[in-house]
């Protein structure tokens, strides 16, 4: 997972102050059955002074499951991921009903997170207390379902889980704090048998690549030094799990743009992507494809080969089976292919939003009315003594204006040549998918902001 590092100064955590506050605006909001505990999806979990830093607002979404509705955007591109994959050999089972808290250990330690790593820290993730948290990626749930494998309780040798993940994170248009990842896995057994089998399902997929002819590839030869490969893998074995994998995306990919550019009719036109290396804990080697999209690369899919220690914390054996696994953002590509301006509209009630959607259709969104936004400035000097993040800033931006928050943008940043204190300048724009929003109602919302961070941060406001 990518992490942003974005510390305004070194950090000291337990800010005490947050942390009573959030708990409290959870608790008091949420349906709790003493002051201690928060309850997600139904199920009761004790919270604690040293972790607990998920608030109501974020809660509130993880009742949704916007990838089950059928015809809602990020309904309608799981599915027809989920056929494209499960077209030929049934390969996959399928696991749409993960609930998003999980264990720590599900989410970091079974994969192998080193303990400092910034995805664990409390400025990026949701946690419910110091064991649970709001999972940030399908991952978490990869021990579990390859274990299902191990103990036949599935006869496929693969599996799909689409789920809401969760990251404290900044706002802006392609940014919320939920989003929606879809994972991907297949093994064979480590033996002649097993490569035998790959190297024909890997014939199919080819196949299929073959008949598509508006379809590009850059990639670029393995290059073990910088993405080394498994100790307990023979060259061979990586060069066919990786072609399978890559071949599997390449073909996810095909499908879902040239999708895109039937319902334009554009049929012509190229897809270009490419494959660069990439690094996460559980697997390696491992890759990330992009796709050149109106004049940009835009990041979909985070991938490798599954690591041995993945496997056997599942219950397999060493040298028993080889795979890939496969990680993709489903909320970005649903822009892109419904023309989606603003990655909040996926979450709203609003009927005239909803009404454009249908079942198994790729169609363009046509926005009901842009509703004019309105800007305001926030700048604070920052010192050694003080313990803010910016996703904490967010946060706060977040928890008071919800949803009527469109970007937060640091705008300005020095340092006072006499003083050398540090002043920081953000730029919020409050702008509602919705309705107008009068200046009133903006003007309270910025002042609770500014008294927000001044109460929770004791930071000194300009
Ligand atoms: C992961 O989350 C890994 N779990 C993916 C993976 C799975 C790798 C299995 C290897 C094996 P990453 O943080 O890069 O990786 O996110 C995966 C995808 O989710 C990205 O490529 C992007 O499409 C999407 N994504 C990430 N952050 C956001 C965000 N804040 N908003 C919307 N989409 C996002
Ligand atoms: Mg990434």
Request: with cysteine; proline share 4%; glycine share 4%.
């Amino acid at each position: 997972m990518s992490c942003s590092l974005k510390r305004f100064i070194p950090v000291i955590t337990n800010n005490k102050h947050t942390l009573q506050a959030i708990i409290e605006k959870s608790l008091y909001s949420t349906a709790t059955s003493s002051p201690n505990t928060i309850i997600v999806n139904g199920k009761e979990f004790e919270t604690d002074s040293e972790k607990t830093n998920v608030p109501q607002n974020i809660l509130k979404l993880t009742d949704k499951a916007l990838h089950l509705k059928a015809s809602h955007p990020i309904g309608i591109l799981r599915t027809l991921i989920e056929n494209k994959l499960n077209s030929d050999d049934h390969a996959f089972e399928v696991y749409n009903n993960f609930k998003p808290a999980v264990s720590v250990f599900e989410n970091f330690d079974s994969l192998g997170f080193p303990k400092d790593h910034v995805g664990r820290s409390k400025s990026d993730t949701y946690y419910i207390n110091k064991d649970h948290l709001l999972r940030t990626h399908t991952s978490a749930h990869e021990m579990f379902c390859f274990g299902n494998i191990q103990k036949k309780i599935t006869d496929k040798p693969g599996y799909l889980i689409s789920a809401d993940v969760y990251r404290r994170d900044e706002i802006d248009k392609t940014h919320y704090p939920a989003f929606h990842q879809m994972e991907g896995a297949r093994l064979w057994p480590k033996t002649e048998a097993g490569q035998k089998q790959l190297k024909k399902d890997i014939s199919v997929l080819e196949t299929k690549l073959n008949q598509i002819k508006n379809f590009t590839v850059i990639d670029m030869p393995y290059k073990e030094e910088t993405n080394p490969k498994q100790k307990h893998m023979t060259k061979e074995e990586v060069q066919l799990v990786s072609t399978h994998l890559k071949r599997t995306i390449e073909l996810i990919v095909a499908e879902v743009f040239n999708k895109k550019l039937a319902s334009e009719g554009k049929t012509n036109e190229e897809i270009k992507s490419r494959w660069i290396e990439a690094y996460f804990p559980w697997t390696a080697p491992s890759w990330e494809i992009e796709v050149w999209w109106k004049g940009e690369w835009l990041e979909l899919c985070g991938c490798g080969v599954v690591r041995e220690q993945v496997l056997t914390n599942a219950g397999m054996g060493t040298n028993e089976k080889i795979g890939w696994a496969f990680g993709l953002g489903l909320d970005r590509v649903a822009m892109l292919l419904f023309d989606i301006p603003d990655i909040r509209l996926f979450w709203t009630d609003d009927q005239r939003f909803h009404e454009q959607f249908k079942e198994n259709t790729i169609s363009s969104f046509k926005p009901y009315s842009k509703y004019p936004g309105t800007i305001r400035d926030i700048s604070f000097w920052v010192n050694n003594s003080i313990d803010i993040h910016e996703n904490d800033l967010m946060e706060i931006v977040r928890n008071t204006a919800g949803d009527l928050v469109e970007s937060v943008k640091l705008i300005d940043d020095f340092v006072h040549p006499k003083t050398g204190r540090r002043s920081l300048c953000y730029r919020i724009n409050y702008q509602s998918m919705d309705r107008n929003i009068t200046n009133e109602e903006i003007n309270n919302l910025q002042d609770t902001v500014r008294a927000n961070l001044v109460e929770q941060y004791k930071i000194e406001l300009r």
